[in-house]
T-cell receptor, first 114, second 113 residues
Framework: NAGVTQTPKFRILKIGQSMTLQCTQD?????MYWYRQDPGMGLKLIYY???????DKGEVPNGYNVSRSTTEDFPLRLELAAPSQTSVYFC?????????????FGQGTRLTVV | DAKTTQPNSMESNEEEPVHLPCNHS???????IHWYRQLPSQGPEYVIH???SNVNNRMASLAIAEDRKSSTLILHRATLRDAAVYYC??????????????FGQGTILTVHP
């Protein structure tokens, strides 16, 4: 089982550029999430999805967009990158609501905006 | 969301038990207690969770106080691979908390050979 796979692992963007962070899971989980983690800090929820075709904003959605056309994939789109988006991005999935379920995380994408 | 408080750091020797405490005095009745850990440059890894009763799994045990205001993660025999930052968090089962996984500063566990 591959679990949750994120690509790329590292990326450097220039201010104003756009990119898509890919996330795929092979566990048939309905729930998927995108988080960012700034140095020495905890996780902040960007977007989440409770199933294919359903997405909703988390705590810090500004500057990002997501889509969920299949159960497996949950890409995160950054439009007009800004230095404030320099962070490590984690995708995660869970079988059911995260309160009563184990969340599986990807290895992360380290993004630097210069 | 319930605020959690953990010691900044703890140390242990290899093959000894480790007890990692967490205080969550404002926890509500529908908050599940979760523990995750994170190794450097890796994603968080689930360790264990529980609601009221003590829980055991292949990685650890979770002891929850009777009043639920505190809990303790128990690693029965620490190994060098257990060296990580351990996060305790309380996650509400309510409908508005989808995905909200709030980590505090966590406890840095150092394991000595």
């Amino acid at each position: 089982n591959a679990g949750v796979t994120q690509t790329p692992k590292f990326r450097i963007l220039k201010i104003g550029q756009s990119m898509t962070l890919q996330c795929t899971q092979d566990m048939n989980h309905n729930y998927m999430y995108w988080y960012r983690q700034d140095p020495g800090m905890g996780l902040k929820l960007i977007y989440y999805s409770v199933g294919a075709g359903i997405t909703d904003k988390g705590e810090v959605p500004n500057g990002y967009n997501v889509s969920r056309s299949t159960t497996e994939d949950f890409p995160l789109r950054l439009e007009l990158a800004a230095p404030s988006q320099t962070s490590v991005y984690f995708c995660a999935s869970s079988y059911s609501h995260i309160s009563s379920s184990e969340a599986f995380f990807g290895q992360g994408t380290r993004l630097t905006v210069v | 969301d319930a605020k959690t408080t953990q010691p900044n750091s703890m140390e242990s020797n290899e093959e000894e038990p480790v007890h990692l405490p967490c205080n969550h005095s404002t926890i509500s009745g529908t908050d599940y207690i979760h523990w995750y850990r994170q190794l450097p440059s890796q994603g968080p890894e689930y360790v264990i969770h529980g609601l009221t009763s003590n829980v055991n799994n292949r990685m650890a045990s979770l002891a929850i106080a009777e009043d639920r205001k505190s809990s303790t993660l128990i690693l029965h025999r620490a190994t060098l691979r257990d060296a990580a930052v351990y996060y305790c968090t309380a996650i509400n089962a309510g409908g508005t908390s989808y995905g909200k996984l709030t980590f505090g500063q966590g406890t840095i566990l150092t394991v000595h050979p």
